[in-house]
């Protein structure tokens, strides 16, 4: 996959890889409801499937989640 691999998330991130790393921050199937429903300043004002939707770019809304859900640097 693109990226840095699990050392960390550095690096272009295609949707297979976005959706993997969030349904590792947000377990048995969550992150999909997440996606829909959790509206993300960041995305300006869209959800995580909006986004995506509108054509934003993988990393962009990863780095929204990430900050969002304050996750450690390390899955930056």
């Given at each position: 996959?693109?990226?840095?691999?699990?050392?960390?998330?550095?690096?272009?991130?295609?949707?297979?890889?976005?959706?993997?790393?969030?349904?590792?921050?947000?377990?048995?199937?969550?992150?999909?409801?997440?996606?829909?429903?959790?509206?993300?300043?960041?995305?300006?004002?869209?959800?995580?499937?909006?986004?995506?939707?509108?054509?934003?770019p993988c990393k962009k809304v990863w780095r929204a989640v990430?900050?969002?859900?304050?996750?450690?640097d390390v899955l930056r």
């Amino acid at each position: 996959m693109a990226g840095g691999g699990r050392g960390g998330y550095g690096g272009c991130v295609r949707e297979v890889e976005l959706w993997r790393r969030m349904d590792e921050v947000l377990p048995d199937g969550y992150a999909a409801v997440w996606a829909d429903q959790v509206v993300l300043a960041d995305l300006g004002g869209r959800t995580v499937r909006d986004a995506l939707v509108a054509g934003q770019p993988c990393k962009k809304v990863w780095r929204a989640v990430w900050r969002q859900l304050e996750l450690p640097d390390v899955l930056r």
